[in-house]
């Protein structure tokens, strides 16, 4: 993560038009969610447990907070996707802004990555 982050810090304006992807963007979001670890932790410490609890109430109470919590995950990415689609007019208007924006998003990636490798070290006593 800090590695990308550092290469998107380093790119010019006259290569932003470049780091876009132009293809496949949909292919390659897919990818980023199934290796991201985020909805595995959910679904082994908290989604998982609380559907086996819930079986005991109803099945269908199980189904509909399946359906729902699904439901509302995909339509808000949508819904984020379809609000950075609308306003991308405020990026081409001048692409130094894109820039600016990628590297105060970078540089606040490398914030969190200092952050979750101290605290993964203090977690494991070496901190």
């Known amino acids: 993560m800090v590695y990308l982050d550092i290469e998107n810090l380093r790119a ?60 509302l995950l995909i339509g808000s990415k949508i819904g984020i996707a379809f609000a950075m689609e609308k306003s991308k007019f405020l990026i081409k208007s001048d692409e130094k802004y894109y820039l600016y924006i990628v590297r105060v998003l970078d540089s606040t990636l490398i914030l969190f990555a200092a952050i979750f490798v101290r605290d993964g070290l203090r977690l494991i006593g070496l901190f």
């Open 12 to 71: 010019e304006i006259n290569t932003a038009r470049e780091m876009l992807p132009r293809t496949d963007a949909l292919g390659r979001g897919v990818v980023a969610n199934f290796l991201s670890s985020h909805p595995y932790l959910f679904w082994l410490s908290i989604g998982g447990p609380l559907i086996y609890k819930n079986l005991d109430v109803h099945v269908y109470a199980t189904i509909s907070f399946i359906l729902r919590f699904c439901t």
